[in-house]
């Protein structure tokens, strides 16, 4: 399971520790996860995914509901992001291409976790730029924690420096395909070539 840790914390400080705490912790969740999901489905009672109210890029509210029909393929992540999201988001796009049509039946959905800095605007022209299919999606710090929750996703600011801008955020990489009626059908590794990608999406999407 991958992590998209965009910065080391710096040597020494309170701040360090509580990082590397988190990320084990993270690690932990999302690696349990990770086993019960591969190892033959969700057991009885773990949930991933669920009902959302976010924004989409012309500020307009957006919900779950507005998918039905299609397979979402979801992706949480942050514009600012030097490196893993750009990557995954690419690899997306490619594998969408790769697809023929049934790329149709999915609409890929990028999450951000970074909702100060990711305004609709924002998220609009950074998904614009991985195919015309991939939709961004914000809204409230509070409506971010909840989503995130749901798919649990683990995703953390960290500190770079004091102004109000110097922080990345830690998150996890993962892609979630869920199914025309909202449920959690697999999760795709989000560090797959996109012909890998694209054929694991051609075995669960009909
Ligand atoms: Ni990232």
């Not at 949480?76 to 997306?92: E, H, I, K, R, S």
């Not at 305004?119 to 950074?126: R, Y």
């Not at 195919?131 to 929750?149: H, N, Y």
Request: a neutral charge.
């Amino acid at each position: 399971m991958s992590m998209d840790t965009d910065e080391t914390p710096k040597a020494g400080g309170p701040g360090r520790l509580y990082a590397a705490i988190g990320l084990a912790m993270a690690l932990l969740l999302i690696g349990t996860g990770a086993y019960m999901w591969f190892s033959g489905g969700t057991p009885a009672g773990i949930t991933v995914g669920g009902p959302f109210a976010l924004q989409n890029g012309d500020g307009k509210p957006v919900s779950d509901k507005d998918f039905r029909g299609k397979y979402m393929l979801v992706y949480f992540g942050y514009t600012y992001c030097p490196d893993v999201c750009p990557t995954t988001l690419n690899a997306v796009a490619d594998a969408m291409d790769k697809l023929g049509p049934k790329a149709d039946r999915i609409r890929p959905l990028f999450i951000t976790v970074d909702p100060k800095r990711d305004s609709p605007a924002v998220v609009k022209q950074f998904a614009a730029a991985f195919g015309p299919r991939m939709e961004g999606l914000t809204g409230s710090v509070e409506q971010i924690a909840t989503v995130a929750k749901e798919y649990r996703v683990y995703y953390a600011e960290h500190r770079t420096g004091p102004g109000p801008d110097d922080y990345t955020m830690d998150h996890s990489s993962v892609l979630y395909l869920m199914g025309p009626d909202g449920r959690f059908i697999a999760p795709i590794r989000a560090d797959m070539a996109a012909d890998q990608m694209a054929a694991s999406l051609a075995k669960l999407v009909s």
